[in-house]
């Protein structure tokens, strides 16, 4: 089964988190200057998460599942990527705007989470083929 291929609602919530994620990766590129020990380590750990949340779009590895498992909730990646925001959002255009984007969406996937008639993709439900339950959970 390919990415676009399903019929489900999941599609719109792929695109949003990897927009999120290259909104990420653009916003620790940009956090690089001017350079000091803070920013190279605050750009080197947006950099990986937002490479990250890009990943766990095409599969979302036993690791992740286990050690990262509040990607696999709309309240858990909300407030993730709230944290993320605040992180991206420094004085210039594209650290606002990225920071404020990624920020947005994150209280909407908190608002999302009480939302009832909405459910998860299959890729934060961990019912997609390939993933393996962490030892001790069960899908």
Do not use: C, H, K, W
């Not at 653009?26 to 937002?50: D, E, K, N």
């Amino acid at each position: 089964m390919g990415f676009f291929d399903q019929d489900s609602i999941a599609n719109p919530f792929r695109i949003v988190n990897l927009v999120i994620g290259a909104l990420m990766v653009l916003g620790g590129l940009s956090s690089f200057f001017p350079l000091s020990f803070r920013t190279v380590v605050l750009a080197i750990y947006t950099i990986l998460f937002g490479a990250l949340v890009i990943l766990a779009e095409f599969s979302m590895p036993n690791q992740v599942a286990r050690y990262a498992s509040f990607l696999m909730s709309f309240i858990g990646r909300g407030l993730f990527y709230i944290f993320m925001g605040a992180l991206v959002l420094a004085p210039g255009a594209l650290r606002i705007v990225g920071g404020s984007v990624i920020m947005l969406v994150g209280a909407i996937y908190i608002v999302l989470e009480f939302t009832p008639s909405i459910e998860p993709p299959s890729n934060m439900r961990g019912d997609e083929p390939g993933y393996e339950a962490p030892v001790g959970e069960t899908v």
